[in-house]
């Protein structure tokens, strides 16, 4: 018996009551199924969104550490196991990840062999060893009969075209994938999984584009159908950047709840600690969210803004000028550019900055030097020209 299941044993021994009441809430017909999956050392549960809910309401802070030892006691051959991939992957456990591919893919089962193959060339993407190109050339070579991986194959993609501002292609891929094979799918894990994919990375897409609308759509229904850290955490991430320049309440407010989800997570919990800077320092307010002895750029220009907004600009202008731009990114100089505009209240700056926004393809971000023009009397015609 793993000991996962004996952890899970001991605990429904320690309070009698317990198993019937987690059973209804993950959603079991009755207890006889996880008692069945307690008692039975090679019974696995089928639907994966089970289990990681059960570890999540019994031993919330250890949910990685006991899904990835579980994982790795799984019959590769079977569908449990290749929930577990995905669950690894989602949650950004590399190693599990690819301990898992290499199981899967020295299994006596096709399907199996089929995710394996797929998945390993998602992580080769991802890490940058081979390009979409090799990767679409590689896929040809597979034989894909997996209603799953017809789909995953597909969305693997996305990230690379979000990563590349390539819009049109992010779009027209998604509107390629069968989001009704998807709804048929068995495993109710793969399904809000996949769907919550999609529904991140189109309000990313959205969000670029400057369609707050959609965007939060988008988010908003990933939101009801996932208990994914990642999910959670990115999704009022958007949510909040949807109100940066709008309304400085419900920006913090969604903040403030991703961060709550993934308060012990080393990925996301910096990057809204980052928005909530952003968002103190665009409203001038009290900011305990700078990142002070970092080298990273982003905290760097943080520190920059928050100096700006506290009307120390000589010193902001200081730490602009001591920067090596050749060493900066588009995004780099299009913040670059728009404190400079603060500073100096010169129009060529943030006209600068979004030119620079431009080449990144960012379309809501553009938003503040274009805030900003306005603000130092720019007419609206041109305004809604630049932000074409």
């Known amino acids: 018996m793993s000991d996962l299941k004996q952890m899970l044993k001991n605990k429904f021994d320690e309070n009698r009551g317990l198993l019937k009441e987690v059973s209804i809430e993950a959603g079991l017909s009755s207890s006889s199924a996880l008692t069945k999956f307690l008692d039975k050392p090679e019974k696995e549960l089928e639907d994966f969104s089970v289990l990681v809910f059960i570890v999540k309401r019994l031993f919330p802070d250890r949910e990685y550490q006991l899904i990835t030892e579980y994982s790795l006691t799984l019959d590769p051959k079977k569908q449990c196991s290749r929930q577990a991939l995905e669950y690894a ?11 898992l591919i290499i199981k899967l893919a020295k299994s006596k089962n096709s399907t199996s062999n089929e995710w394996a193959a797929v998945y390993k060339l998602h992580r080769q993407m991802t890490k940058g ?29 996305l990230y690379q075209y979000l990563n590349k501002r390539e819009f049109k292609r992010h779009e027209e891929t998604i509107n390629y994938i069968d989001t009704e094979l998807i709804n048929n799918f068995s495993s109710s894990f793969i399904k809000n999984s996949f769907n919550c994919r999609i529904l991140i990375m189109k309000g990313n897409a959205r969000l670029f584009e400057n369609d707050v609308i959609e965007t939060r759509d988008c988010i908003e229904k990933c939101l009801k159908i996932t208990n994914t850290v990642r999910f959670i955490a990115l999704g009022y991430m958007n949510l909040g950047n949807t109100y940066m320049f709008e309304n400085y309440d419900k920006a913090r407010s969604y903040f403030l709840k991703g961060v709550d989800a993934c308060e012990y997570n080393p990925i996301y919990k910096p990057l809204l600690e980052r928005s909530l800077s952003f968002l103190a320092n665009y409203w001038s307010k009290e900011n305990s969210y700078l990142v002070e002895e970092s080298e990273d750029i982003d905290d760097i220009q943080e520190i920059i803004f928050h100096k700006i907004s506290i009307g120390q600009s000589e010193e902001a202008l200081e730490m602009l000028n001591s920067l090596n731009k050749h060493e900066l990114t588009d995004y780099d100089l299009a913040y670059d550019n728009y ?44 305004l809604e020209l630049f932000a074409l």
């Open 129 to 157: 060893e081979i390009s979409v190109l090799q990767a679409n050339d590689s896929l040809s070579d597979i034989s894909i009969k997996s209603a799953e991986m017809k789909i995953f194959s597909k969305v693997m993609f």
């Open 339 to 382: 404190f400079r505009g603060l500073i100096s209240k010169e129009k060529s700056y943030l006209y600068e900055s979004i030119k620079y926004f431009k080449l990144t393809g960012d379309k809501f971000y553009r938003n503040a030097p274009l805030i900003e023009l306005k603000k130092l009397g720019e007419s609206d015609h041109i």
């Open 89 to 99: 992957d989602v949650n950004n456990l590399n190693d599990l990840t690819d301990e």
